[in-house]
Nanobody, 125 residues
């Protein structure tokens, strides 16, 4: 059974940084595309970034380009999201997700089969 466990969220001031981690178990890490999503209260879940390790392809939402970096460590079976220059509008629950079979770093939530429980990120002004 595939399990994804996020960590690293918390409270940070505007302009600060956080590094989210997503530990993967139950499958070969990097065998399919994975992504980071977020959902703020009253809003739809949106993709922040997605990655395909084998092809080193990444997709970033406009909101995170230049500020967020998605990466992974195959040896540790872990995916990361480095977030810099955080803004109040980045406040949300952040989720990691994995696709079932495809290696395409898609950005639509419905294309992902496995999800973590989420970690709260709050940016105070």
């Amino acid at each position: 059974q595939v399990q994804l466990v996020e960590s690293g969220g918390g409270l940070v001031q505007v302009g600060g940084s956080l590094r989210l981690s997503c530990e993967v178990s139950g499958r070969t890490f990097g065998s399919t595309a994975m992504g980071w999503f977020r959902q703020a209260p009253g809003k739809e879940r949106e993709c922040v970034a997605a990655i395909n390790w084998s092809g080193a392809n990444t997709n970033y939402a406009d909101s995170g380009k230049g500020r967020f970096t998605i990466s992974g460590d195959n040896a540790k079976n872990t995916m990361f999201l480095q977030m810099n220059s955080l803004k109040p509008e980045d406040t949300a629950v952040y989720y990691c997700a994995a696709r079932r079979f495809s290696a395409v770093p898609a950005t639509t939530p419905s294309q992902y089969a496995y999800w973590g429980q989420g970690t709260q990120v709050t940016v105070s002004s």
